[in-house]
């Protein structure tokens, strides 16, 4: 397997199956609801409420979530009701209920179907959903045709290859979501810092590629170095404890055809040639609080 294959399988990250704001959401509602019923003393007034936490965990947790939901919902009224009152209504009682679940579960399903929908429609698409540059798959097809070109025309294509230096520190420190976040600024001073002939694609978990077409063997490190100056003046959002962090990153370049003989050859030569402490934690700016 390639360097550049690995480095994309080291960036896979599986998609969460649990939807704990969902459940948060939901658990609040319920309870929520449940304090106003039992507040206001006579459930029948209020008990229909529960449609709402039913609703929101066919939305979010899907049908089976919808009839958890549902079956709380139940229990608690019927618990708080008076017996008297619960035998004599409970035609309605039971027809109500009934309406709940079916309505949570078509709910749920047909939210079920619209993500997967959507999950269908992301997966083809050619773009990386956090930064917006170049899936690592698209990244090669294009990267392909650009090879092509520059035999064809005989001109020059470079390769910036650049990671981001402490970036499992960072999380570690910061969180998943402000790791995100830095990802998706510093794509956007990526895509700023170059032309826009040029092709950016994801580079592993925490690294980014850039294929430059008609650069020479010495205009890719003048890129290199470009970026890197733009990302070391670049702040990044940290927490209440650090407000604002900056980030370093290490890059590399090579050309084609100089140091490779193809497309992944290129890619190759520019991964292989970053510093091997390009992943490594940095001292200051991310250390343990």
């Known amino acids: 397997m390639s360097n550049v294959t690995a480095a994309a399988d080291e960036g896979h990250v599986p998609q969460q199956t649990f939807d704990l704001p969902g459940v948060l959401l939901v658990v609040g509602t319920e309870a929520f609801v449940t304090a106003l019923v039992l507040l206001v003393g006579e459930p029948w007034s209020a008990w229909y409420l529960y449609l709402i936490p039913i609703t929101l965990a066919g939305i979010r947790l899907g049908p089976a979530g919808a009839i958890v939901a549902w ?3 139940a229990g608690v009224v019927t618990l708080a009701a008076p017996h008297e009152l619960l035998r004599e ?5 039971t027809v109500c209920l009934s309406v709940f679940l079916v309505s949570g579960v078509l709910t749920g ?3 079920r179907q619209l993500l997967g929908r959507a999950r269908a429609l992301e997966s083809t698409s050619p773009l990386d959903p956090l930064t917006g540059v170049l899936r690592h798959e698209a990244f090669l097809a294009r990267l392909a045709g650009e090879t092509e070109r520059a035999d064809r025309y005989g001109h020059p294509l470079g390769m910036v290859a650049l990671r981001v230096r402490g970036f499992d520190e960072f999380t570690r420190v910061f969180g ?3 790791a995100d976040a830095m990802l998706e600024h510093l794509a956007r001073v990526l895509r700023l810092s170059v032309r826009s002939t040029d092709l950016i694609g994801r580079l592993g978990e925490d690294g980014f590629i850039i294929a430059l077409p008609y650069a020479a063997s010495e205009q ?3 890129v290199a170095k470009r970026i890197a100056d733009a990302v070391a003046t670049t702040t990044f959002e940290g927490d209440a404890l650090e407000p604002t962090v900056t980030r370093e990153i290490a890059t590399s370049s090579a050309t084609y055809p100089t140091d490779a003989e193809s497309a992944l050859g290129l890619l190759d030569a520019a991964v292989a040639s970053l510093s091997p402490e390009a992943s490594m934690p940095e001292p200051e700016g991310s250390g343990p609080r």
Do not use: H
């Open 109 to 111: 399903i047909r939210s």
């Open 71 to 73: 079956a709380v919902s």
């Open 220 to 222: 890719a490190p003048e």
């Open 89 to 93: 209504q409970w035609p309605g009682f």
């Open 176 to 178: 998943r979501y402000k």
